[in-house]
């Protein structure tokens, strides 16, 4: 009887306890039909939400707002709804509620215990309905103390205190509880005790939500590698693959050898995946499985396309994967002004070569090409060693300017001394001609007698040997927020590396990043500083006049490849490509004689180019023998996968050893763009602001005499500048502004 009686009370107290929530959920969530009836979100908002970023929010949620499905169309989304510019999303009343209970999970995670969402859906609209989560986070349950206890003393205090990212007087934030265990865990593991062991314990909440919490870490017994073995090899035996790994037996094992045995065998191509299997916890002596999966031992691209510039164009890539020891061989050809000749100036292509009287411009139109095959040895000796070596051929012409041949060999030495930390010794030997008018020689060598032209016309050896360290401790290869990069280059050539060009060079690269401020809560990243500098010098030595057949005393002669340049999308930006630096301005015979000069004046270089017109005369980058650089940049983002940048670039280019024909050069120049973090990578759009004030440049112009073409540099020397004469105002506007579209951040 006193069963029956109390029935009907259980049923009632079921009852109260269900009806809330659903009652919650039908005000909160009122839907204009049923539970899975569709409803458009135009836009997703968190009204309320202050101690937890809307990012954290938004991620893990079924229901999204509709979005722009590129940025750079913002605009167009605007103005129409079609889906082929807007991404509509939709949701229903029942996942509405489905993301209630992940809000409150998640601040229930976060630390506040008593945080209440509740949902507002707004009145329809020609897109949709907005929506909104509206949040009541409440007072947060905080941490009263946080005490790390060892039971052996692996870790030092400092050490501690930067893994730990709990605090006393902040919320008990459960995610940051999981991160601190899993770096203590990590970094634990790495002093050799794989085993470890990490507890934690809390006080009970008191009535003003005060906790204490305990975090005891008990790295138990000392962890050492003993057998290691391999499965899904098949032509890459278990003895190279050894090679490829940091784990060796009897050595400590850790996580950071675990993950670097793993990095290091995705270095080959042989290999598409490599998952080193954690051993059972239990036993001091880890056997070590590890399962690859290898690519297909022959591997064929082929690439074709054309372009209105270059005509037509192939690449040819073949590459062998199993030569045994982990080795492999590569083939790549690159082809390009393929009909050239056919095509030269012929319906949608360009004329690329000028149609002056008297220029041959048949070798500019003749197929040029960029050949190299390629032996890698990786494991050298060691996981942390590889060698390459490399022989080459290419054609590569510069239109109406020059052609340049080369064929070699080079052979190269990489080791790495720790994570992110390679040191590279590498040696270069090719054969080299550059086939050009005098003008070329006088502005691209600084040097203008026939005699020295003659000498740099014919084939010369250039054989550098080169050391390179790089060294990278920013916390994102793509997007770095925070760290810095460092590359040092040291380069030195002559007769003893059997070279006929003569140079010690040197030069250093760094950048450096940090973090300004936090995140917004409507950007994945926070604003970023970001500083970049680079220096370098380069001395020729005398002894290469005697070994390339120029005569007469006086300073070595630089390879065009040896010396410095500024200016472009990854250096100055106020410039194009190498234009920053010592240059010397080419004239034309016409255009000089055109203003009052005459033959002979021109021939003894007493003509005065000052009436020439800056548009009919072409400035050319020389190159220079020191350069130092310097940008910053302010990144800053803007929504969603879409930031802005303002940034300063300056620069100067020494022109030591070339002080007979052209200048030194600096400039700064100031401007903003764009980035965009596509699937393939952060996509870049700069525009950099140009000084356009005037230069005083030395003038070279080309004769033709009995001996043959001859350049002669001009004893006066002309005032240049890009707008004079006056170009009109949008053009003016146009030649200051420099614009770059490029892929990946400038440094």
């Known amino acids: 009887m006193p069963f029956k009686a109390s029935l009907p009370r259980l049923l009632l107290a079921a009852a109260l306890l269900v009806l809330p929530p659903v009652r919650l959920r039908a005000q909160a969530a009122p839907a204009p039909g049923g539970l899975h009836d569709s409803i458009t979100v135009t836009t997703l908002t968190f009204p309320g939400a202050k101690r937890v970023a809307v990012d954290d929010l938004r991620r893990g949620l079924y229901t999204r707002g509709s979005t722009c499905r590129i940025v750079l169309i913002l605009p167009l989304c605007k103005l129409t709804a079609t889906q082929l510019f807007t991404d509509r999303r939709r949701t229903t009343p029942a996942a509405l509620g489905e993301d209630m209970d992940k809000l409150r999970v998640l601040y229930w995670r976060r630390g506040f215990r008593e945080a209440q969402v509740d949902t507002v859906i707004g009145p329809p609209g020609k897109r949709g309905r907005p929506v909104a989560f509206r949040i009541v986070e409440g007072e947060p349950t905080v941490l009263s103390s946080v005490r790390v206890t060892q039971r052996a003393p692996v870790l030092d205090s400092a050490k501690l205190e930067s893994l730990v990212q709990l605090h006393e007087g902040e919320p008990f934030d459960l995610i940051a509880l999981d991160s601190t265990l899993a770096h203590l865990r990590t970094a634990v593991w790495n002093t050799g005790h794989g085993d470890v ?15 204490g919490l305990i975090i005891d870490v008990d790295p138990r017994w000392i962890t050492r590698v003993g057998s290691i073995g391999f499965e899904g090899n098949h032509y890459l035996s278990d003895a190279t693959l050894r090679r490829g790994v940091l784990l060796t037996p009897g050595a400590l094992y850790t996580r950071d050898a675990l993950l670097e045995s793993q990095r290091r065998l995705f270095q080959s191509p042989a290999i598409a995946r490599a998952v080193v299997i954690t051993p059972p916890a239990g036993d001091s002596v880890k056997s070590v499985t590890v399962e690859v999966t290898e690519t297909p031992a022959h591997h064929a691209e082929v690439t074709l396309g054309f372009n209105t510039i270059e ?63 390629t032996l890698t040895q990786p494991w050298l000796a060691g996981a942390r060693t590889s060698a390459a070596l490399t022989a080459f051929a290419g054609r590569r012409s510069l239109v109406g300017v020059a052609v340049d041949e080369d064929a070699g060999a080079s052979l190269g030495i990489v080791r790495e001394l720790g994570t992110k930390f390679p040191v590279g010794l590498n040696y270069r030997f ?43 401790n920013s916390d994102d290869l793509e997007v770095p927020t925070r760290g810095y990069t460092a590359v040092l280059d040291a380069e030195h050539a002559s007769s003893l590396t059997g070279s006929s060009f003569a140079h010690d060079r040197i030069a250093a690269d760094g950048s450096y990043y940090r973090a300004i401020g936090v995140p917004r809560d409507d950007a994945s990243l926070p604003k970023v500083l970001a500083l970049h500098g680079r220096a370098g010098f380069v001395r020729a030595l005398a002894s290469d006049r005697a070994t390339l057949g120029v005569g ?16 472009g999308m990854q250096s100055v930006r106020g410039f194009a490509e190498n234009e920053l630096g010592p240059r010397v301005l080419q004239a034309r015979r016409s255009s000089l004689l055109a203003a009052g000069c005459t033959d002979a004046t021109i021939a003894n270089g007493q003509c005065d180019p000052s009436p020439v017109p800056g548009n009919e005369l072409y400035a050319r980058p020389t190159g220079g023998s020191s350069v130092i650089e310097g940008s910053a940049e302010l990144r800053v983002p803007i929504v969603k996968q879409l930031g802005g940048v303002l940034f300063v670039d300056g620069a100067y280019v020494g022109a030591s050893g070339l002080t007979a024909a052209t200048h030194g050069k600096g400039a700064i120049t100031p401007g903003a763009g764009f980035r965009y973090r596509s699937p393939l990578g952060v996509l870049r759009l700069d525009f950099g602001i140009r000084p356009t004030g005037a230069e005083t440049l030395p003038v070279v112009v080309a004769v033709q005499d009995a001996a043959g073409e001859r350049v002669v540099r001009l004893d006066r020397e002309k005032s240049y500048s890009l707008l004079d004469p006056s170009p009109g105002f949008l053009r003016s506007v146009g030649r200051r502004l420099v614009v770059h579209f490029a892929m990946g951040q400038a440094f």
């Not at 492999?328 to 002056?356: K, M, Y």
């Not at 550059?434 to 032209?453: E, H, P, R």
């Open 430 to 472: 090719e054969s080299t001609r550059v086939q050009a008018g005098a003008v070329y020689f006088c502005a691209g060598y600084g040097v203008c007698d026939a005699a020295t032209i003659s000498a740099l016309s014919r084939m010369q050896r250039l054989a550098p040997i080169a050391a390179s360290a790089w060294f990278d």
């Open 197 to 211: 062991r990490i507890d934690t314990s809390s006080t009970r909440s008191d009535g003003q939500r005060r906790v």
């Open 552 to 567: 007469g005393e006086g300073e070595g002669i630089l390879h065009p490849r040896a010396r410095f340049y500024a200016g």
């Open 311 to 373: 005509f037509g164009q192939a690449a040819v890539e073949l590459r062998h994967n199993a030569l045994g020891a982990g080795r492999w061989l590569r083939l790549r050809a690159v082809a390009g002004n393929l009909l050239g000749e056919q095509l030269n100036g012929r319906a949608i292509f360009q004329r690329a070569v000028p149609t002056d009287a008297g220029f041959d411009g048949a070798p500019f139109l003749r197929p040029t090409y960029q050949t190299s095959l």
